[in-house]
């Protein structure tokens, strides 16, 4: 157990039973209108019962004309105090002092009107921003005060100004963004003003008993961006002004691997950040950035890099990571692999979903109750759907088996590890396997199960949950000798030679991360996609890094590229104008697609009861695989 992690302390007034802070993270829960509803407090409360010290409820908008992606709690009308009311009551009666993220997304609004410093866009493909007025920002800056008001008359104990990741008051600070030539531009201490101004402004209206903390991004991470350095300064300065705590993450638009570090990045990757600050600054320090190993957040407590430990997205993967933590029962957590899936949903407009834990989003409605009558539940296919469907029938009280052709149990979770920026889901693998086991499933590797098989168990029920199998088309010397199932390269049973040049046929996640693979061991690697983009089926802030550095590494992208024809030596592709396209290739690896292969089985076994889920049905995501077979347990 660690003494400091788990030590009481106090905030600005506010009790803490331990220095775990659960930072704001979008659920997409709310309501259209930006209402609290029963789905939000049952996510909150469920964290808050697993022991967290400090809350920070998710980036909340502070302007009736702002709106990010939808939908987002609102706080510019007292309409909406009712509900925030339920909602921090809910969690502070387990114990955890609670406060809002207040939130403008400035230019990165997206469905209604982009407003800016300066009329720069985000990117090239992005409408140019409305520049504020003196008077535009005088009025933000009152809505920022009345958001916080709203706050203090719902009961949450503070209020936090999301002042990071380029969003409106971010992009003030920012070179990239602010080019102004008034007092809000220009210096350091002019681009600052907006920050400085909403914190005086809200401690005016709630009056300086009411804790104001503030997040901010320790660098930009873009070239041009504001440093570390500068980010220090700025936080002395919101000290003076009195904000009562700090909060450090990273980056902006074009650094989101820093925002929202994805598995590839190393935990703790922004400590120094925070540690940098907080040699600036007495109020206390809340470092982020993968910190959800007890170890290492009690390093960075016993070495003075911060104050606070920031535990986000770990614990949507398991609400009861700070108590079992403590109990010195870390095996016992279920691991968030930094997938980012929670993230990827949010950010297109759909409730939070997790791809380890299928009671996200479902709190209060996800019950694992005990069977009415205990059978015989035979699951084929040892993937993230196969386990997890083994797991909740055991705790259900089945008698659960689970079959598995290959040697290990995971499926295709193996497969999906071998790419350098995959490892991590060999975390949840491994997780999983050992529940299963310590729940008495029995567990069958190395077998291939079909009718006869399921004749001899005598189950009540098939779950089957095999998979998909690759997809093969029929293109002209696709049996080839030199062309191999993708797979069978990242699992290490073929080997590529030194110096031999590759075509990696298909660019959605299995080709990718194939090519990621064979970086530094072919020779030239190259990416042959029919459609115009490459990556589907990776959350975008892993593609946008793993896209990056494939092209650093030289391996060559082409799209909109049909292969008509494989020889030896080169694969011909056709282009949109109807031309050929020769492209060299000693080897050629195929991740065109999956076919599922679930019905085969279920066709056999007539009369019997079988449910066919995950990939074995529809070839889908990690996200969806969990889910179902979360869905197929508790249905048996």
């Known amino acids: 157990m660690s003494a400091t992690l788990f030590s009481e302390c106090e905030v600005a007034g506010l009790s803490l039973k331990n220095r775990i802070v659960m930072p704001a993270m979008g659920t997409g829960l709310p309501d259209h209108d930006g209402f609290v509803t029963e789905q939000t407090i049952a996510y909150y409360e469920r964290r808050a019962r697993g022991g967290v010290g400090l809350m920070v409820l998710e980036a909340s908008l502070v302007s009736p004309d702002a709106y990010g992606v939808g939908p987002e709690l609102r706080l510019h009308d007292d309409r909406y105090v ?53 008077a535009d920002i005088e009025q933000l800056v009152a809505s920022y005060a009345q958001a916080a008001m709203n706050c203090r008359s ?154 606070l430990i920031a535990v986000g997205r770990a614990l949507i993967a398991d609400p009861d990571w700070p108590a079992k933590a403590q109990a010195g029962k870390s095996a016992e957590i279920r691991p968030c692999i930094a997938c980012n899936a929670c993230v990827d949903l949010v950010a297109r407009a759909q409730q939070a979903r997790c791809a380890v834990n299928p009671e996200v989003g479902r709190d209060g409605s996800f019950h694992v109750v005990p069977a009415e009558h205990r059978r015989r539940v035979m699951v084929v296919g040892s993937g993230p759907a196969g386990m997890e469907a083994a797991r909740i029938a055991a705790l259900r009280g089945h008698e659960v088996s689970i079959w598995e052709r290959e040697p290990e149990l995971g499926g295709k979770l193996d497969v ?80 590529i030679a030194p110096g031999r040049r590759v075509a990696v046929i298909g660019g959605s996640a299995t080709g990718c991360e194939t090519a990621e693979f064979l970086v530094g061991r072919a020779a030239e690697i190259s990416i042959l996609e029919m459609l115009p983009t490459v990556g589907r089926g990776i959350e975008q802030i892993t593609r946008r890094r793993l896209l990056r550095d494939l092209r650093a590494a030289g391996v060559r992208i082409l799209t909109e590229a049909k292969v008509i024809m494989i020889e030896p030596g080169k694969v011909i592709c056709e282009r949109p104008d109807g031309s050929e396209h020769c492209v060299e290739a000693d080897d050629v690896a195929l991740a065109i697609g999956w076919r599922p292969s679930g019905e085969d089985l279920a066709g056999s076994l007539d009369g019997r009861e079988t449910i066919v889920l995950g990939d074995a049905r529809v070839p889908a995501d990690f996200v969806a695989a969990v889910n179902t077979g979360a869905d197929a347990g508790l249905a048996v």
């Open 154 to 307: 719902a009961g949450f104990d503070f209020v936090e100004v999301h002042g990071a990741h380029c969003y409106l008051p971010c992009e003030f600070l920012s070179p990239l963004s602010n080019k102004r030539q008034d007092a809000y531009g220009g210096s350091l201490r002019g681009r600052a003003s907006f920050m400085i101004e909403i914190v005086r402004a809200i401690r005016a209206a709630c009056g300086e008993d009411f804790p104001v903390f503030f997040r901010i991004s320790g660098e930009e991470g873009s070239e041009g961006g504001f440093t570390v350095e500068e980010s220090a300064t700025v936080c002395r300065w919101l000290q003076e002004e009195g904000v009562a705590a700090i909060s450090v993450s990273a980056g902006n638009w074009y650094a989101l691997h820093l925002t929202i570090p994805p598995m590839s990045m190393q935990p703790g990757c922004l400590a120094p950040l925070a540690a940098r600050i907080r040699e600036q600054v007495s109020v206390p320090v809340i470092a982020a950035g993968r910190l959800d190993d007890v170890e290492l957040a009690e390093r960075l407590l016993r070495e003075q890099q911060a104050d």
């Open 416 to 495: 999906a590890s071998r790419a350098p920026s995959k490892s991590n889901v060999l975390r949840f693998r491994d997780y999983q396997a050992h529940l299963i086991e310590q729940l008495g499933v029995q567990i069958h590797t190395g077998v291939e199960v079909g009718a006869a098989e399921v004749e001899r168990q005598q189950p009540d029920v098939v779950i089957i949950a095999v998979g998909a199998d690759p997809l093969i088309p029929p293109i002209p010397g696709i049996h080839g000798p030199q062309v191999i199932d993708a797979q069978e390269i990242l699992l290490g049973r073929v080997s």
């Open 82 to 134: 009712p509900g925030l009311a339920r909602l921090a009551n809910a969690v502070q009666r387990h114990g955890v002092p609670v406060g809002v993220q207040l939130w403008h997304p400035g230019r990165q609004t997206l469905l209604g009107e982009p407003i800016a410093p300066s009329p720069i866009p985000l990117s090239a493909r992005t409408p140019v921003p409305r520049a504020l007025s003196e």
